[in-house]
């Protein structure tokens, strides 16, 4: 099951910043964005490996593409994904 919770630093919620939740791993994040020109866009980034980036005009867009960016190389069926930096990491 795939979910989203708003992220906390220093015990303070992050308003536009979404940890993004794939059973109970955390696998990216999603975060509300401005441009210089003011405008405002959804920066999404996968925290698996490989990692992936990019960018959306909403929440829901960019969730999908954070959805589609790990089922690419790890199936929902697949288990725990593999991040970097961690005891997950067997490359």
Do not use: C
Not at 13 to 26: C, P
């Amino acid at each position: 099951m795939w979910t989203r919770k708003l992220t906390q630093i220093g015990g303070l919620t992050v308003v536009g910043d979404y940890l993004i939740y794939r059973d109970s791993q955390n696998v990216g994040r999603i975060i509300l964005t401005a441009d210089v020109g003011g405008e405002k866009f959804w920066n999404w980034s996968t925290l698996v490996h490989p990692s992936e980036s990019g960018r959306a005009d909403s929440i829901g867009e960019a969730q999908e593409a954070l959805r589609h960016a790990v089922r690419r190389h790890w199936p929902d069926d697949a288990g725990e994904v593999k991040r970097l930096g961690t005891q997950f990491m067997d490359l």
